[in-house]
């Protein structure tokens, strides 16, 4: 019994070192990573002192042409979308980013899905656990799901299904963004809208319910923004309008005295497939396009003056 | 009890230690500890259902004992099936059974209508009500002595690592492990055990839970995808399964290492299997062995004319498909397979007399015919299954695959390789091969090591379930 409580402790004692050893190293790499997805975090949560944030899922990463915001306002931008994630991610990183800048605007791009209705929140933890140590970030999991606290005590579990992006930005970082911005420079695929469409039947039939955590985080965000103005954007789609989901946040805008542009039903884009590469999101030219005209609306309202 | 889950993480070692806290003469100290750890971790999922085992456990036991003793063993044999399958039946069958009534009535022109129970089913119900059946077989035939004391039998009934999805233990393995006075800690079986339990773990999390994100993704809405996806989704159910399945039977096993007893063996890498039949050799051997057992012999075996063995076969893997869950699919499913055997028996292609080159063609035949099976026990309707079928069989759709994107595709790959590649050394020259039995220490460590790292980076904790704990 001795013998083998002896080696289950030495066995467990050296998992632990390993954990801590290559923790540590994967932590150092995450840092100070200068490309790829890691390079960009980085850069949005410790250096960027741009005028104009975007926020959003990949609706925002892929249609936001971050360049084309600052050339016509003459104001710094930069792209803070990110794939699969809303609130929960930016929530955390939007008061990471505050202890050092305010933005003038935040141009934040609403996915219902991602931003208001109920989920696996714990999914969207994934790209803050690498930053676990921060207080904020503690918190946030704390409130969402208890039990990672318990995962966490693993270093390593915290580059979980990300060791791979790690060891990539650091050592190739690939810069393929530009100020975040990630063009899609495909054709529509038409197999994916009869997806969306589907999917979208499938949601009006089932009852959406409001995640009230996810309404908590946004107003949050707008309470307490000081300088920065907010502007709420539903851009695009190629099946035209719906709403599952997303009057809260026109609430929250109305509420508060920001803009909310809607451009799902704009008759520009609707079953344009020259546009989009989905049903859900635009290719490079609808993006360059979809910009533009965003661009006017926020000089029509007079957002930034 | 979930081996994945954070529970059973903390819950594993407070329950070794207590364990072994009680001296090695105390045996039946250490039984009463173990039944109240399995009735207790069994209560987590629904405390009333403890009573639905608690019947099973009384009944069997009973008759058992009555068995030895009257002189109308069918009798009493029947009325404990009878009583022992009534909560299975309830729980799992009758809202099958009303509909497929009601169906039939329907086609009459006549109107039947059964309500179903609409309960949701006792965690392991299956398993146990047959392991228990198999028992009162045993005593029935003079094979297993009907035991005297309840606490063993309780035991051998509810043994936590067994009970949520087996494997189901013959009573004549497990009962005299139990009766016997286990020394203090047999340090190869303990070690062999959490071998077992960490290659098991990595199964599950790494290989089964990485390999579902995309299976769930494709089969979830096959119609948005090509034939070509749909395709690598079932081959991919395929290494789901097994990784699920053998992952959770590992873990199991074990556990019960750790505790000293040994549980029945499940799985012996099945898809290196060369026929259906051999197949089933090497899938679930516990559920495989009972139907083998209480089905197949008493039906006359394969000692009765052709004809008769075959419906014997098809008459057993029905029983198998509907065991495993109340829906057409798994019936399907069973029939698939019984037919496959009985082609295979008539055409003398059990086995593989072949050179190197026909055993690997007869190894890729049966595990495309076992993909094709379980296209039919992964959907929810025989339709579904039907158009997964069909949208594989239509040459008209693009040719291209759903990729989930770089880092998904990356870690399902190498996880699926990994285990490949371990399945392929041991089957190719024996377990001694592995660096998890090498002789020496250091490469072993690092062995164990390194698989836990994988586990920590690469493992889906997200989701806690085992597909053979619906069942």
């Given amino acids: 019994m001795r013998r083998f409580l002896f080696k289950t402790g030495l ?24 490309g790829g997805y890691l390079g960009h975090q980085n850069y949005i949560v410790n250096r ?33 979308g990110q794939d699969g994630e809303g609130i929960v991610l930016f929530h ?25 209705l109920q989920g696996d929140n714990t999914k969207h ?20 799901n208890p039990r990672e606290r318990y995962k966490m005590l693993s270093k390593l579990y915290r580059y979980n299904s990300r060791f791979h992006q790690v060891l990539l ?19 529509l695929d038409t197999l994916r809208i009869r997806d969306e469409r589907q999917q ?35 851009s695009p789609t190629w099946y035209g309008h719906h709403d599952f989901g997303i009057d809260p946040i026109m609430e929250l805008a109305q509420r508060n005295g920001f803009l909310f542009f809607d451009f799902t039903d704009s008759t520009k884009y609707v079953h344009r497939n020259e546009f989009f590469y989905d049903g859900s999101h635009l290719n490079a030219r609808g993006a360059d396009e979809f910009t533009r005209d965003l661009i006017c609306e926020l000089r029509k309202h007079r957002v930034i003056e | 009890m979930v081996f994945n889950s954070f529970n059973f993480i903390v819950l594993f070692p407070f329950i070794f230690l207590l364990y072994y806290a009680i001296p090695a003469g105390h045996g039946r100290a250490r039984n009463l500890f173990l039944l109240a750890v399995s009735y207790l971790l069994y209560m987590q999922w629904e405390p009333v259902y403890a009573l639905i085992l608690l019947e ?4 069997t036991w009973l008759a058992a004992l009555l068995l030895e003793r009257t002189r109308y063993p069918k009798r009493v044999l029947a009325a404990g099936v009878v009583l022992a399958l009534l909560p299975l039946f309830l729980f799992k069958y009758f809202g099958f059974a009303g509909e497929a009534i009601g169906q039939a009535f329907a086609m009459a022109g006549l109107q039947f209508h059964l309500t179903g129970l609409n309960w949701a089913i006792p965690v392991g119900i299956s398993f146990y009500t047959l392991q228990s059946l198999g028992y009162l077989r045993d005593v029935y035939y003079g094979r297993q002595e009907a035991e005297r004391d309840f606490l063993t039998y309780a035991l051998f009934v509810s043994f936590f690592p067994c009970i949520l999805a087996g494997p189901i233990n013959r009573a004549s393995l497990v009962i005299p492990q139990l009766k016997r006075l286990r020394p203090c800690l047999d340090y190869a079986k303990a070690v062999e055990g959490l071998r077992m339990l960490l290659w098991g773990m ?83 051997i516990s559920l495989s062995t009972w139907l083998r057992d209480c089905i197949y012999i008493p039906l006359g075996g394969s000692r009765c004319p052709k004809l008769r063995n075959y419906w014997n076969i098809l008459m057993t893997f029905l029983v198998s498909g509907i065991w495993h869950g109340a829906s057409w699919t798994f019936i399907a499913w069973g029939l698939l397979h019984g037919i496959s055997q009985v082609i295979e028996k008539m055409l003398g292609q059990q086995k593989c007399s072949y050179g190197w080159l026909g055993k690997t063609l007869k190894t890729v035949v049966t595990f495309l015919l076992v993909s094709f099976a379980w296209i039919f026990f992964r959907m929810p309707t025989l339709g579904d299954a039907c158009n997964v079928v069909a949208r594989i069989l239509d040459t008209s759709l693009p040719k291209t695959f759903y990729s989930p994107g770089g880092t998904a595709s990356l870690y399902m790959l190498l996880a699926v390789c990994i285990m490949v590649v371990k399945d392929t050394v041991e089957e190719a020259f024996g377990e001694t091969r592995l660096p998890f039995y090498s002789g020496r220490r250091l490469v072993r460590w690092a062995s164990y090591l390194a698989v836990l790292v994988f586990i920590l980076l690469c493992g889906v904790f997200s989701s806690d379930q085992f597909i053979y704990a619906n069942f």
């Fill in chain 2, 202 to 284: 990595f199964l599950k999390v790494v290989v089964a839970d990485r390999v579902a994100l995309y299976v769930d993704t494709v089969f979830g809405s096959y119609v948005n995808y090509t034939g070509m996806t749909c395709l690598l989704a079932s081959l991919l159910y395929s290494v789901q399964i097994y990784a699920d399945f053998a992952g959770y039977s590992l873990m199991a096993i074990g556990v019960g290492r750790v505790f000293g007893i040994e549980l029945a063996e499940n799985f012996r890498r099945p898809y290196f299997a060369v026929s259906v039949t051999d197949f089933w050799h090497r899938w679930h």
């Fill in chain 1, 169 to 187: 930005d650091y050592l190739y970082p690939v810069h393929n963004m530009t100020l975040g911005f990630l063009p899609v420079h495909s054709e």
């Fill in chain 1, 48 to 80: 960027s002192t741009d005028d104009i944030l975007v926020f959003g899922s990949s609706r925002a990463i892929h249609h936001y042409n971050a360049a084309l915001i600052a050339d016509s306002l003459g104001l710094s931008c930069y792209n803070c």
């Fill in chain 1, 92 to 116: 955390a990183w939007w008061e990471m980013i505050r202890r050092h800048h305010h933005p003038r605007l935040v141009i934040y791009e609403v996915t219902p899905a991602y931003d208001v």
């Fill in chain 1, 11 to 34: 066995f467990l004692l050296l998992a632990v070192l390993l954990d801590r050893g290559l923790g540590t190293l994967f932590s150092h790499m995450s840092d100070h990573a200068s």
């Fill in chain 1, 125 to 144: 933890l994934g790209w803050l656990k690498g930053h676990y140590d921060d207080e904020v970030v503690r918190r946030e999991f704390d409130e969402i």
């Fill in chain 1, 200 to 234: 979208n039947e499938k949601a009006s039939k089932e009852e959406l319910l409001t995640d009230t955590l996810k309404l908590r985080y946004f107003n949050d965000m707008t309470s307490d923004a000081g300088v920065t103005r907010f502007v709420f954007v539903y």
């Fill in chain 2, 56 to 59: 099973v456990t009384v009944v």
